[in-house]
């Protein structure tokens, strides 16, 4: 038995910021879409490793509120995110901030209440500050 890719589910109940907050603030490549009704819409993003599919809450298929677990992303410079986040007026959890384990993090939490750690090796700062 083989799995194919891993497909992360969000019921939005705040579909067109959600749409927003993928697309444009965190960059990801739109791959699909529909929309045969207001409650039969969605939009699929290439997520990095995982899909993220983003679909119009309905009685069928209510949001929730998401605990106990986030969505991480490697990026290059999460200090130049930090500034992307904060222009678009995304609720920043914490961050930046140095951690003990060689990353320096910043939490953002998206419109449905996913949280979002964007992160950066510190080695590959310094890498990076030193050309």
């Known amino acids: 038995m083989n ?5 992360f589910v969000i019921y939005s109940d705040q579909y067109q910021a959600s749409v927003h907050f ?9 791959i699909a879409t529909w929309d045969r ?3 039969e819409r969605g939009s699929l993003y290439n997520g990095h490793g995982a899909a993220i599919e983003v ?3 309905s009685s069928k ?11 991480r992303y490697r990026v290059d410079n999460v200090d130049a995110w930090h500034k992307k986040i904060t222009a678009n007026r995304i609720p920043v ?3 930046p901030v140095d951690q003990p384990w060689g990353e320096r993090d910043l939490a953002v939490s998206d ?5 979002i750690t964007l992160f950066t090796d510190l080695e590959d700062l310094k890498r990076t500050a030193g050309r």
Do not use: D, H, I, T
């Open 93 to 95: 959890l914490y961050g």
């Open 61 to 71: 298929r209510p949001s929730g509120r998401p605990e106990g677990f986030e969505l």
């Open 3 to 7: 799995f194919g890719n891993v497909r």
């Open 37 to 39: 009704s207001p409650e």
């Open 22 to 30: 993928y697309g444009a603030v965190m960059n990801l490549e739109r």
């Open 55 to 57: 679909v119009q809450a």
């Open 111 to 115: 419109p449905n209440g996913v949280k």
